[in-house]
């Protein structure tokens, strides 16, 4: 048994989703947000790695999947993106998990079948996947799916599969990066 922590990073919430893989079988543990509110930017950092450390800690996932940086309009908000996603891989790494990351294109072509799925699609195909009784918040949903979609890349890459393209295997501790 496998589990999987999603992370859906963002400067003023960060949607977490942690699913249980058993086999071909995907269980839903938790799934939810931190919300860091309007203060200080470094002091937000700070609770972002302490938010996840301490759900790390208390779910014990094995592997952390986080979606990566795409591009923005703005700069600012970029930097800032990659910065709540740096908080978020330190809390992982800190607490000895491999880190794997995917784009939002490969998540939601993953889990809806099409690689520019609106957010409501995702949260719905969430809710369907994994039994919920509704659908979960936007930024929970798409931590999930992206926890999901390590584990869809994880059952193709069993012994004799092939990566998916554009995939490769990095040299640190055996993650999959994209390329």
């Known amino acids: ?11 003023r919430k960060t949607g977490f989703g942690i699913i249980e893989l058993d086999g ?5 543990v938790v799934s939810g947000r931190l919300l860091v509110g309007d203060g200080d930017f470094s002091g ?7 938010g996840l450390t301490e759900l790390i800690q208390r779910y014990q996932p094995d592997i952390m999947a ?21 908080a978020a891989i330190c809390a992982a790494v800190s607490q000895q998990l491999q880190v794997h990351e995917y784009s939002a294109t490969q998540i939601k072509k993953s889990v809806v079948g099409n690689g520019h799925a609106q957010k ?3 949260q719905y195909m969430m809710s369907v996947m994994l039994q919920l009784k509704e659908a979960p918040l936007e930024d929970a949903a ?8 390590h584990a869809n890349y994880s059952a193709l890459n069993g012994p004799g599969n092939k990566l998916p393209a554009g995939m490769r295997v990095s040299r640190r501790r055996g993650g999959r990066y994209n390329r």
């Not at 048994?1 to 400067?11: A, F, K, N, Q, Y």
């Not at 071909?24 to 839903?28: G, T």
Request: glycine share 8%; with cysteine; charged share 25%.
């Open 1 to 11: 048994m496998t589990r999987i922590i999603g992370v859906d990073p963002g400067s």
């Open 24 to 28: 071909k079988q995907i269980k839903h």
């Open 44 to 50: 937000r950092l700070k609770q972002i790695f302490e």
């Open 66 to 86: 986080v979606e990566q940086v795409f591009l923005h309009k703005n700069a600012d908000s970029a930097l800032k993106l990659g910065q709540a996603r740096g």
């Open 120 to 122: 409501e699609q995702v």
């Open 142 to 149: 798409d931590a999930l799916a992206c926890a999901i979609t």
